[in-house]
């Protein structure tokens, strides 16, 4: 596989409703996360995007481990291993997100029994940098050629 | 909301203990999430890639992670937040997220205190260890 494999950008919104639905799931009761009011009270435009939803929005991709398929790796075998966000602006609800990927790095360790992928994303709203974010992935339990 | 002033090295944030992870919460969460790789929600699944069950997404245990953050501070004052997944996190763990300043900087014209973060399960065992970046000024 090569490094630097692009997946085309992609522009999603941020729903009010999918942020609702997330702030329950993750069990977040500040306020300011699901409630309009409480948001524009704290000074924010809408509900804010909290700081890991950015990696979720990614995922409404129509297919979005297409990247693992396509480098041959089977999605049962993946771990995530690390995952690093860089923040340069608040997104909140409304706006609409471009989302930039590539395969920046791919190294093995343990003689092949691990291999790992190195995505990188940025985050875009209307040109505007809005955070870069990492995603170191784990393959394991495959020996590599 | 704490006082920014008050922060210094050593400060630790107040810690998050959050409910032990059932099935529903990883169901919901591969919903909210749009993360709905098998591996976390579908037990033939799971057991057809040799594990013996579903697993937690390691981006929930980062997301308790940051409610951490932002219980703490506003989250607009959170310049990076980056982590290391270190174990898996069964069904029915209990996550516990803690955090500790370990260095305040000055940076692009601001303060800013650097947190180490980490979640550890009622075991002991540490799934998530982390670091933050968080303006003060």
Same mark, same amino acid.
């Given at each position: 596989?090569?490094?630097?494999?692009?997946?085309?950008? @992609?522009?999603?919104?941020?729903?009010?409703?999918?942020?609702?639905?997330?702030?329950?799931?993750?069990?977040?009761?500040?306020?300011?996360?699901?409630?309009?009011?409480?948001?524009?009270?704290?000074?924010?435009?809408?509900?804010?995007?909290?700081?890991?939803?950015?990696?979720?929005?990614?995922?409404?991709?129509? /297919?979005?481990?297409? @990247?693992?398929?396509?480098?041959?790796?089977?999605?049962?075998?993946?771990?995530?291993?690390?995952?690093? @966000?860089?923040?340069?602006?608040?997104?909140?609800?409304?706006?609409?997100?471009?989302?930039?990927?590539?395969?920046?790095? &791919?190294?093995?360790?343990?003689?092949?029994?691990?291999?790992?992928?190195?995505?990188?994303?940025?985050?875009?709203?209307? #040109?505007?940098?809005?955070?870069?974010?990492?995603?170191?992935?784990?393959?394991?339990?495959?020996?590599?050629? | 909301?704490?006082?920014?002033?008050?922060?210094?090295?050593? &400060?630790?944030?107040?810690?998050?203990?959050?409910?032990?992870?059932?099935?529903?919460?990883?169901?919901?969460?591969?919903?909210?999430?749009? /993360?709905?790789?098998?591996?976390?929600?579908?037990?033939?699944?799971?057991?057809?890639?040799?594990?013996?069950?579903?697993?937690?997404?390691?981006?929930?245990?980062?997301?308790?992670?940051?409610?951490?953050?932002? #219980?703490?501070?506003?989250?607009?004052?959170?310049?990076?937040?980056?982590?290391? @997944?270190?174990?898996?996190?069964?069904?029915?763990?209990?996550?516990?997220?803690?955090?500790?300043?370990?260095?305040?900087?000055?940076?692009?014209?601001?303060?800013?205190?650097?947190?180490?973060?980490?979640?550890?399960?009622?075991?002991?065992?540490?799934?998530?260890?982390?670091?933050?970046?968080?303006?003060?000024?």
């Amino acid at each position: 596989m090569t490094a630097d494999l692009r997946t085309p950008a @992609f522009t999603v919104p941020a729903e009010r409703g999918r942020l609702r639905f997330f702030a329950q799931a993750i069990g977040e009761h500040d306020p300011i996360y699901s409630d309009l009011d409480a948001a524009r009270k704290a000074g924010h435009p809408d509900l804010p995007v909290p700081p890991t939803f950015l990696f979720c929005l990614e995922m409404d991709r129509p /297919d979005p481990f297409s @990247f693992l398929a396509e480098a041959g790796i089977d999605l049962a075998r993946v771990l995530h291993g690390e995952q690093r @966000f860089t923040y340069h602006a608040m997104a909140h609800a409304g706006d609409e997100l471009t989302f930039e990927s590539h395969i920046a790095d &791919t190294y093995e360790k343990k003689g092949g029994a691990l291999r790992f992928l190195v995505r990188e994303t940025r985050v875009t709203r209307a #040109g505007e940098p809005v955070a870069d974010l990492t995603n170191v992935i784990v393959v394991r339990g495959e020996a590599a050629a | 909301m704490n006082n920014l002033h008050d922060i210094a090295v050593g &400060t630790e944030l107040p810690p998050l203990r959050v409910p032990s992870i059932s099935r529903t919460t990883l169901a919901l969460y591969a919903g909210a999430s749009g /993360d709905h790789n098998p591996m976390h929600i579908d037990l033939d699944a799971a057991r057809a890639a040799g594990m013996d069950d579903v697993f937690a997404h390691g981006m929930l245990s980062m997301a308790y992670l940051g409610r951490l953050l932002t #219980g703490w501070v506003p989250q607009e004052r959170i310049r990076s937040y980056s982590v290391r @997944f270190a174990a898996i996190t069964p069904v029915h763990g209990q996550p516990t997220c803690t955090g500790r300043v370990t260095a305040i900087e000055e940076a692009d014209g601001e303060r800013r205190a650097r947190l180490d973060l980490r979640v550890a399960l009622e075991d002991g065992t540490v799934t998530l260890t982390g670091q933050a970046l968080v303006a003060l000024t």
